[in-house]
């Protein structure tokens, strides 16, 4: 077998951890049936919607349309391999449900609206970085950003829900009570900011104003509550794991279980760099900075990410 040209493996070599990911899940005791499952149709999911418009279009935006309904793979792979009618099962489909099927409903709507007939500026921004790390084959520097989208869904993304839908203990715990409490508190939190967006942006276009930064509400006291809510979402899921996570211990080898819970956190880890420094925040800002006028007081008197109160600048 010919080895891969190391000007190959350089764009796919940060693939390894997701390719760990779904092995440690098909090794499992528990979870081989549902991440073989998951794996065909995050595969066929992410060829057709994302990867083959990339190659016709050169734009990699159409992953915002693959990403959030791989999520809703995962729901259903989860409901229909699992007891899809017990109440934790239904409630973590349910959740997984409503995460991705309002972000590629969000997207649709973009796209039907023509938004994706140019490169989103988040994505556009990726090309600043390949120029800087020497990937000069933007192509496939593209694509395999967008299969390692998938590769999250099929990996360390799964894990929450195939962990909780795997525990059939009658008894709800008080910490998976506590993670959904703290999961629709941020997924109302990620809505209003987003509600509070919208209207913002419906009155500057009324007024003629495309260069008004939104700053009022929740933009008051982050300047990204909306990624702030999404991340959070996923901490609440993942501390409603913690009791299922501990009940493998007595299917699942040591190896296993430990694969699977630094892997949910991985989670955490993979969300928050990617809404503040890959496709969230910090591209947003490049741009914003250049287009609107007061957007750089508003970064020097407003976090970022975490909320809080303004300062006096």
Not at 147 to 168: E, K, M, V, W
Request: a positive charge; proline letters at 5%; glycine letters at 8%.
């Amino acid at each position: 077998m010919p080895a891969i040209p190391p000007s190959v493996l350089k764009y796919f070599s940060f693939l390894l951890p997701f390719v760990l990911g779904v092995a440690l899940l098909l090794a499992s005791t528990t979870f081989t049936t549902a991440a073989l499952l998951n794996l065909i149709g995050q595969s066929v999911l992410f060829a057709l919607v994302v990867c083959l418009p990339l190659y016709r279009t050169g734009r990699m935006s159409y992953v915002d349309i693959g990403w959030p309904f791989g999520i809703v793979i995962i729901s259903a792979v989860v409901f229909a391999l699992l007891d899809g009618y017990a109440p934790r099962v239904a409630t973590i489909s349910l959740i997984y449900l409503l995460v991705g099927g309002r972000m590629g409903l969000m997207a649709l709507g973009h796209l039907r609206h023509g938004a994706l007939q140019e490169e989103l500026p988040r994505y556009a921004y990726q090309r600043r970085r390949w120029a800087k790390t020497g990937k000069n084959n933007t192509m496939l520097a593209a694509q395999s950003e967008v299969i390692a989208q998938g590769a999250f869904n099929a990996s360390f993304l799964a894990y929450p829900a195939f962990i909780i839908g795997a525990n059939s203990t009658p008894a709800i715990h008080v910490v998976e009570f506590a993670g959904l409490a703290v999961w629709v508190f941020a997924f109302l939190f990620e809505e209003t900011a987003d509600r509070q967006k919208r209207g913002f942006i419906r009155e500057q276009l009324i007024a003629g104003d495309r260069t008004a930064v939104c700053d009022g509400g929740l933009w008051a006291y982050s300047r990204h509550p909306n990624y702030f809510g999404q991340w959070m979402g996923w901490n609440g899921v993942l501390i409603a794991t913690i009791p299922s996570w501990l009940a493998l211990f007595a299917t699942e080898s040591f190896i296993i279980w430990i694969g699977l819970a630094l892997g949910s956190g991985l989670v955490s880890y993979f969300m928050y760099n990617t809404l503040v420094y890959y496709s969230g925040a910090v591209p947003s800002e490049y741009y914003s900075v250049k287009k609107r006028p007061g957007f750089a007081a508003y970064q020097a008197r407003t976090n970022r990410f975490f909320p809080g109160p303004q300062r006096d600048v």
